[in-house]
């Protein structure tokens, strides 16, 4: 399908989108075995998209013994490496041929810009699948360095059942970071996506089947964290369990590891990340404009958001005044609309905590410098205004919690010291960026920031190539890159005497 150019052609597409609403288990769409169903509102104008099965632990039982009953028979995971990528490539293949509906699906579902969606999500999508199975058949075991009466062989080996717990920022993205290095590794899959964006994921599982990737491999159950993913990490049969989503969350589902089999508990958790603009950045402007985009790209429901801005006090004013220029202009629109920048927040509660953090800013005594308000209310919607505030302390609520909305605190330093102390005075710890034409400072100021990712110069570089995940309580393990193979694998020493 070509891609649409305007809102109208969009929203002519949108009124066909077929979505799908049940759970897949067996490669069979079924609803939940309790009957419910929950509503699936668009937050683009509050309308309920389509009614989808609100699965439980009878479910996540069913889809755990379908994924265990598949590992065990070998269907997928006693294929080549080499074929598991050719069903991973014709499903990236499908993805592309479905890309204007997956786009559509997500913005309906999430309220982001659908020409986001488009480029960033269905491409970062593809980009992952695609990565990951090409690198598949072409990663070697070890030979240990022994003596020379024995061989020792170290391999890795699929774990078995992974339960994957993802959230509704970037949903299909983030379910693709889960599902290429366990697929491509063999393993069988109980996905478990945020009941506030279900959709896309749905679609996902439709293309597998239809790539050959056979039933039972990929298992789906949507529905609510405490009721569907909860027994998904309680479960005695499941050996992995892979989630992006928040701290709390996180710390929860290390217990119930720690409560039933130990399943080995991977975490890409919350961020408060610094971004530190030292009066020496080459170039301000453009680091003003990249400050604002790096806190409401995705209306600030991004992991990485730069949502502590760290500025140097001799260029605060002159900076600050760059910044709330460039977010200005950054105002929420439809999300089909051309251009758009931001479009709606994820639901009416997410909206609402948004506004409370901002009320919260106001009361504390920081100032308010851009926005602040939700907007575009006649739509139906849930809009805010991309918000900035100044003069924040590094002690008030705006600069230590994340808000996860688009919301900036600007904190002001007064040297290298005092900057590094700010930005890893924080119990995050996934993302950092730092702004200088020296290169010793830069090289100084990376080293000693306690962030799984550092940009110099910019925000939010990274492709496949490396890895993604967080130090502190943003996370353990990585996602993207070889590495991410680690999670999906046990490592076997193999002793063999030679006689
Ligand atoms: P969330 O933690 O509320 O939900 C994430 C997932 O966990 C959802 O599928 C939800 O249903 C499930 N869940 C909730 N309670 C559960 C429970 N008791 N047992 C089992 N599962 C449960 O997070 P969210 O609001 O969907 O997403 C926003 C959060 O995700 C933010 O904190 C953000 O920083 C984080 N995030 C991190 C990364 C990363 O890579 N580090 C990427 C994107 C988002």
Not at 60 to 69: E, G, K, L, W
Not at 158 to 172: D, S
Not at 481 to 497: G, N, Q, V
């Amino acid at each position: 399908m070509s891609k649409p150019e305007t809102r109208a052609q969009w929203q002519q597409l949108a009124d066909q989108v077929q979505l799908r609403n049940q759970c897949l288990i067996e490669g069979q769409w079924v609803a939940a075995a309790s009957g419910r169903g929950f509503g699936c509102i668009s937050p683009i104008d509050g309308r309920t998209l389509t009614v989808v099965a609100d699965g439980g632990g009878e479910d996540i039982d069913r889809a755990v013994a379908s994924a265990r009953a598949a590992f065990e028979d070998g269907r997928w995971s006693k294929r080549t490496p080499t074929e598991r990528k050719q069903s991973l490539l014709r499903w990236a293949d499908l993805i592309e041929a479905n890309a204007v509906d997956l786009a559509l699906t997500e913005s309906l579902d999430m309220g982001k810009p659908v020409a986001d969606a488009l480029n960033i999500d269905v491409q970062g999508t593809l980009r992952c699948i695609r990565w990951t199975a090409e690198a598949v058949d072409k990663v070697y075991g070890e030979v240990a360095p022994t003596g020379h009466k024995e061989l020792g062989l170290i391999t890795r080996e699929p774990l078995g059942v992974i339960g994957a717990i993802v959230p509704w920022n970037f949903p299909m993205l983030m379910a693709s970071w889960k599902l290429a290095p366990a697929l491509a590794t063999g393993n069988s899959v109980v996905l478990k996506p945020s009941e506030k964006s279900p959709l896309s994921a749905l679609k996902l599982g439709e293309l597998a089947l239809e790539a050959g990737i056979p039933a039972g491999v990929f298992n789906i159950v949507t529905g609510h964290g405490p009721s569907a993913g909860e027994p998904l990490a309680l479960h005695m049969d499941v050996d992995g369990l892979v989630f992006t989503g928040s701290t709390g969350v996180g710390r929860h589902l290390l217990q119930c590891a720690g409560r039933s089999n130990l399943k080995r508990t991977y975490l890409e958790c919350g961020g408060k990340s610094p971004n530190i603009v030292f009066a020496d950045a080459p170039d301000l402007k453009r680091a003003a404009r990249a400050a604002a985009n790096a806190i409401f790209f995705n209306q600030g429901e991004v992991c990485t958001a730069a949502s502590r801005l760290l500025v140097e006090s001799s260029i605060r004013e002159e900076f600050v005044a760059e910044v709330v220029k460039a977010g200005r202009r950054l105002q929420p629109q439809h999300p089909f609309e051309p251009g758009a920048a931001m479009g709606a927040i994820v639901d009416e509660g997410q909206m609402e905590r948004v506004l409370g953090f901002i009320a919260k800013g106001q009361s504390q005594g920081a100032e308010l410098a851009l926005g602040g308000q939700r907007t575009l209310v006649d739509t139906g919607g849930y809009y805010i205004e991309p918000t900035i505030f100044d003069r924040v302390q590094p002690q008030h609520s705006i600069a230590c919690e994340e808000i996860f909305g688009p919301v900036l605190s600007v904190i002001e330093f007064s040297d290298e010291v005092d900057a590094l102390r700010i930005a890893n005075d924080s119990p995050y710890g996934l993302a950092a960026g730092l702004w200088t034409a020296d290169i010793n400072k830069a090289h100084r100021v990376a080293r000693e920031l306690r962030a799984g990712s550092v940009w110099v110069n910019y925000w939010d570089g990274g492709d496949m190539t490396a890895p993604f995940g967080g130090y502190k309580q943003s996370g353990n393990g990585r996602d993207k890159s070889l590495h991410a193979f680690d999670k999906y694998t046990e490592m076997k020493a193999t002793w063999i005497r030679l006689g």
